[in-house]
């Protein structure tokens, strides 16, 4: 059974800041998908991430993935306000794309 | 741009009672999902659905639970007797190809059980 788990759980950072955040996965997993979610809303999708080696960039978001460490990171540039949200990593194996996800981790920028 | 639409966004029932949630997925989607949330955790899987039958489901998703596409356009959930713990936000989702293409999800319908 695929197990997903994201660091940190929480993280503060100042506005202007470099960061990254940690999924590691517990089984093959053939795909790897990023969210976001603002409080009370539903999921926003980051990126897919189809293969080993794999880099997407939207902004101030890097996800990559490596499948033989079973870890994908998000790594945020130069962090706004805007940013602030709960971001979840997600694994899926097969098709149908039955997704479990992680923990979450709740990022707070700071003024 | 299609979107995922969930009615109602807030239902208030009480212990034991029925509740069905609706999903209207996006037209051309052919994979649909229910996840529900508790407040403040993870999302968790309850069901996949595809050419018209259950494809997936998690112990979460026992007898009390099951779904529906009563015709072309919409995708219910229907809890049968509802528990205190069904309390949690339950988010509908589709996809096209079921594998290389992100789940779109909805906005959630807010289930609190009193």
């Known amino acids: 059974e695929l197990k997903v788990e994201q660091n940190p759980l929480f993280l503060s950072m100042q506005e202007g800041k470099n960061y990254t955040i940690y999924c590691n996965y517990s089984?093959?997993?053939?795909?790897l998908y990023w969210y976001r979610q603002d409080p009370g809303k539903s999921l926003e999708s980051l990126f897919v991430?189809?293969?080993?080696?794999a880099v997407k960039q939207e902004g101030r978001l890097m996800a990559s993935l490596d499948t033989k460490a079973r870890l994908s990171t998000l790594h945020i540039t130069a962090a706004v306000h805007d940013l602030s949200a709960t971001y979840f990593c997600?694994?899926?194996?097969?098709?149908?794309?039955?997704?479990?996800f992680g923990t979450g981790t709740r990022l707070q920028v700071t003024l | 741009e299609p979107e995922v639409t969930q009615t109602p966004s807030h239902q208030v029932t009480q212990m034991g009672q029925e509740v069905i949630l609706r999903c209207v997925p996006i037209?051309?989607?052919?994979?649909f999902y229910w996840y529900r949330q508790i407040l403040g955790q993870k999302v968790e899987f309850l069901v996949s659905?595809?050419?018209?039958?259950?494809?997936?489901k998690s112990e979460i998703f026992d007898d009390q639970f099951s779904v529906e596409r009563p015709d072309g356009s919409n995708f219910t959930l229907k809890i049968r007797s509802t528990k205190l713990e069904d309390s949690a936000m339950y988010f509908c989702?589709?996809?096209?190809?079921?594998?290389?293409?992100?789940?779109?999800f909805g906005n959630g319908t807010r289930l609190t059980v009193t």
């Open positions: 989702a589709s996809t096209r190809t079921g594998e290389s293409s992100p789940l779109h």
């Open positions: 089984t093959t997993s053939d795909r």
């Open positions: 991430l189809l293969s080993n080696g």
């Open positions: 997600a694994g899926a194996t097969g098709t149908a794309s039955k997704l479990t």
């Open positions: 037209s051309n989607h052919l994979y």
């Open positions: 659905f595809y050419n018209n039958e259950i494809s997936e």
